[in-house]
């Protein structure tokens, strides 16, 4: 098993991040069919503010190159993907298009 954690904000307005949180206390089935397709086993979104903290678990063959690609072919997968960058911003220091980014671990108990 592997474990990445990822950051991202959504955009500083109150009405967006509940949008936002609705649409995930609803995600539509085949997001999760595709996240779990993946080798994705488990994945946790926290929130402070507008900052958000992603913890995914995965099988080890998991890969984010072979997940793009098939994300990138999945029209359903895209139409999720552009609804969710409306409430989506980059974080600072990302490059065009970015969105989650890996975080690096700085501490281990």
């Keep these: 098993m592997k474990r990445f954690c990822l950051a991202l904000d959504l955009k500083d307005d ?10 995930h206390r609803a995600v539509w ?5 595709s996240i779990r397709a993946s080798g994705i086993t488990d994945m946790e979104i926290y929130r402070i503010g507008n900052r958000m903290f992603m ?5 080890d063959d998991f890969s984010f190159d072979a997940k793009a690609t098939t994300d990138a072919a999945d029209p359903r997968v895209q139409e999720w ?3 969710m960058w409306t409430y989506q911003q980059a974080l600072p220091g990302s490059k065009p298009g970015e969105k989650w980014m890996l975080m690096e671990r700085v501490f281990k108990l």
Aim: aromatic fraction near 4%; proline fraction near 4%.
């Design 14 to 23: 109150p009405a967006l991040i509940e949008a936002y949180e609705a649409h």
């Design 29 to 33: 089935s085949e997001i999760l069919t």
């Design 55 to 59: 913890i995914m678990e995965t099988k």
């Design 81 to 83: 993907e552009e609804l």
